[in-house]
């Protein structure tokens, strides 16, 4: 009767943990499967709008299995984290009522009239066109007849040509390749794609009809302009996408095609990546304006960004098209006006010729047309309640037209940089136009005009003698950028004040007169250039701004609730059912604390499975069985360790068995008195770490280890995961105890702790409890860590009576790391 309790107990015991060992296995497989369903969510959620079924369908699906993993991380803790339901539930809350905030329009016009009623908002006329469109509503007679191809028709465009399958395939990980050519064969091709596709019939006759409205006789040229979706908003994209001018009634399809393959420009693509905006939040909508012949054109801010603090406005001109003067190719002539109603000309700086000294332009706009200029756009400052930057021209017959208006982007000045003495150097060149606050410290690299733009190393202060568009691709990269001449209206200084670069125009002929590789010193804010290194700590904080300036591509509301991860310490207080705040999170929790669960587990069960073990042969003097889990184990009395199924042990057992390492007894001082039997009891003894009569166990399935050997003395635990799917494979490592001193046994965690953190291991030591883990790394890295730990048992055993003194522990820890186990012996 008892013999039959006692098989039903061991039995029973059996089944629990086969039973738990399977439920952890349920949860890294739902982990796996729920990581790639977020990656592929995350690339769709860059091409998708977050109603779009094929979004709202995988969410609630990771919501679903989300739902499960709690309920089996609940069965292998026994209930702990009930709380964890309640988690899931608030953000399934919060998500679906996200859903129904992003409801599609019923149907979206596919080319509209600026200035008619059907103008819906910005994300169908593009940000260029809304801003056009707002100017219209308050002077209609300032603004030229014109009307957009909408996003709708550059989706329409995606559709009948079939590109979107080429979009997704081409931009996924753009953002993570380094080979530039590889970089720009990948969006060329999609250029190409682009150019090579058939307007649709709907839309080459709305374009036909539109133009016919404003020239019957089909005479007139035409500007005709990007408009894309966010373009002019948080972010300008200034001279990022493309401009056609003089464009025949003829061309206009043709060229149409071109401003939607400047979506993918090298420059425009890069921009995007570093502002983290999504494909789907930058369609393109076409701008079609007829051309105006100005006498002048330019463009005006109304709050002067080189000297915010004065209350004028800057007002920049030139003869005929702006165009050029706005790619930082020509010279302005600047005016300064004061910023009230009835403005009054203050200032004004011609343009020279950089050889002859004299005035690049022989006519200029007239006083009376800068104050009305002036004047028209105060009032529109003060209609939409912020400073304005707009683009005007002139007319033969004197009349003002308002050809572009957007918020003016006018940064705070940044704070003096904090720490580091400021040495007593003299500056070498003063002046210039501050076109964006703050100090740099680097390397000067110069690049000439006809030059193909490359930076050689990140940080670097750019000095150039024009303010080329060319340019924009360095502007994240770089620490500062010194123009010798350069237009501050351009639309490179504009880029430079977007993205926070120190950056100094009209600079003078003296900045090409330093060494390239030098290193220089700027404010830009006072406008001074020292030779060397005027502030010790900026250098540093240059390259964290530039480092850290690459934001994650995000969508809002869904993004956080769903992708974004929250819970990264799982060390940290905060790391506990209440603070998951997204689906991720509550993977994340769930995934750490299986794994805790596992590896905890072998501590505290007992042992009466072992009945079913199977010994292992092998002719290290170590006693071993093996608990097999699935089938990796065969039925044999004794087993060839060759013959274990099992990823994990295998690399475990290829640094336990490697030669070079010494398992037998090892020669201390001072023991010859013991008996055979105390001294096997201490010191591990001629058969290994343990006694005789005591035998180490496996617990092993294919991509799964468990060792929990228990010494007299001391203890060592391994649980591992070890298979093709990086995000679940881990290595933690436990070992106490020994039977020297405190001071030895703290002596022989410190060797463990140096050891494994050399091994790219993460440690936690308190005295001589030495607790590691090893996570989230490829099959063969997590196969050389089991391997090294194999290798650290043979050699750290015992190793506690040997380490005497503070120096030895350095001595055998660079004797482990070069690999001269001889020395342990």
Not at 174 to 193: A, G, M, P, S, W
Not at 368 to 375: D, P, Q, R, T
Not at 711 to 722: E, K, M
């Amino acid at each position: 009767m008892n013999s039959h309790k006692s098989g039903l107990i061991k039995d029973k015991a059996d089944f629990s943990f086969r039973y738990r060992y399977e439920t952890f296995r349920s949860v890294l497989r739902k982990n796996s499967m729920v990581l790639q369903s977020m990656a592929d969510l995350e690339a769709d959620l860059n091409f998708m709008r977050q109603s779009n079924v094929l979004i709202r369908n995988p969410v609630k699906r990771l919501v679903d299995e989300s739902l499960l993993m709690v309920q089996e991380l609940n069965i292998l803790t026994g209930d702990r984290y009930k709380k964890l339901y309640d988690a899931v539930e608030a953000v399934r809350r919060k998500i679906f009522s996200a859903f129904k905030t992003d409801t599609p329009s019923i149907s979206s016009p596919l080319a509209v009239l600026i200035g008619s009623e059907d103008i819906i908002d910005s994300r169908l006329i593009g940000g260029k066109s809304f801003g056009l469109a707002a100017l219209h509503r308050y002077f209609p007679e300032l603004v030229p007849p014109a009307f957009t191809l909408t996003t709708e028709a550059y989706r329409l465009f995606i559709k009948e040509n079939g590109l979107n399958k080429h979009i997704r395939m081409l931009v996924n990980d753009l953002d993570v390749i380094k080979d530039q050519d590889l970089f720009n064969l990948r969006v060329e091709t999609l250029r190409n794609l682009f150019l090579k596709g058939t307007v649709p019939e709907t839309v080459c006759d709305l374009i036909s009809k539109y133009a016919l409205k404003m020239d019957a006789e089909n005479s007139m040229l035409w500007a005709v302009r990007s408009s894309a979706a966010c373009e002019d908003d948080m972010f300008t994209f200034a001279g990022q996408f493309d401009t056609q001018l003089n464009v025949c009634a003829s061309d206009l399809k043709s060229v149409y095609k071109k401003i939607l393959a400047g979506r993918f420009s090298d420059r425009a693509v890069r921009y995007r990546i570093h502002h983290g905006i999504r494909e789907v939040d930058t369609h393109m909508a076409v701008l079609f304006m007829p051309m105006i012949e100005p006498v002048f054109s330019g463009v005006i801010y109304t709050c002067d960004p080189l000297n915010p603090a004065s209350e004028n406005m800057l007002v920049n001109a030139v003869p005929g098209l702006a165009n050029e003067m706005i790619q930082g190719k020509k010279e302005a002539d600047m005016f300064s006006l004061s910023r009230e109603k009835m403005p009054k000309l203050l200032n004004e700086t011609q343009a020279l010729d950089s050889e002859s000294m004299q005035p690049v332009y022989s006519t200029h706009p007239s006083e009376s047309v800068l104050k009305e200029i002036a004047g028209i756009s105060f009032k529109l400052t003060q209609m939409f309640g912020h400073d304005m930057d707009i683009e005007w021209a002139v007319g033969k017959d004197g009349k003002i037209w308002l050809l572009q208006g957007r918020k003016l982007q006018i940064s705070k000045a940044e704070r003096e940089p904090g720490g580091g003495a400021k040495k007593k150097n003299i500056p070498v060149i003063e002046g210039g136009a501050t076109i964006f606050p703050g100090r740099a410290v680097g390397p000067v690299e110069y690049i000439k005009d006809e030059d193909k733009p490359a930076l050689e190393q990140k940080g670097a202060i750019l000095i150039v003698k024009q303010a080329s568009l060319k340019l924009a691709l360095l502007l994240p990269d770089i620490g500062a950028l010194i123009v010798e001449k350069g237009n501050p209206v351009g639309h490179l200084a504009t880029l430079a004040r977007e993205l926070s670069v120190p950056c100094l125009f009209k600079a003078g002929e003296g900045v090409l007169l330093f060494k390239s590789g030098e290193i220089i010193s700027i404010d830009a804010t006072t406008r001074k250039i020292y030779k060397g290194t005027q502030w010790d700590d900026v250098r540093e904080r240059v390259l964290v701004r530039i480092n850290s300036g690459k934001k994650r591509i995000s969508s809002g509301a869904l993004y956080d609730l769903v992708l974004k991860l929250n819970l990264i310490d799982p060390n940290s207080s905060n790391f506990k059912p209440q603070k998951c705040m997204s689906i991720h999170d509550v993977i994340r929790f769930i995934h750490e604390m299986s794994v805790r669960s596992m590896f905890s587990f072998g501590d505290s069960q007992n042992r009466l499975w072992r009945r079913n073990a199977t010994a292992l042969k092998t002719p290290i003097p170590i006693k071993i069985k093996l608990l097999d889990l699935d089938g990796s184990v065969e039925e044999k009395e004794e087993l060839d360790p060759l013959h274990v199924k099992s990823i994990p042990f295998q690399a475990l057992w290829k640094g336990i068995s490697d030669p070079k390492v010494i398992w037998d007894k090892r020669r201390i001082g001072g023991t010859s008195f013991l008996t055979p039997d105390l001294e096997e009891q201490i010191m591990g003894g001629t058969k290994g770490p343990r006694r005789r009569k005591d035998t180490n166990y496996f617990i092993v399935a294919k991509d799964y280890l468990n060792f929990n050997a228990r010494f007299v003395y001391h203890y060592a635990l391994i649980d591992a995961v070890t298979g093709p799917w990086s995000e679940n494979n881990y290595v933690n490592f436990r070992f106490r105890g020994g039977a020297s001193t405190r001071d030895a046994l703290n002596r022989r965690g410190l060797f463990l702790e140096s050891v494994l953190r050399l091994s790219n291991f993460e440690v936690n030591r308190r005295g001589d409890l030495v607790t590691s883990w090893f996570r989230y790394n490829s099959q063969k890295d997590s196969e050389d860590a089991l391997e090294m730990l194999g290798r650290l048992m043979a050699c750290s055993r015992q190793l506690d009576m040997l380490l005497t003194n503070d120096e030895m522990v350095k001595t055998y820890v660079d004797n482990f790391i070069s690999k001269n186990f001889r020395a342990f012996a």
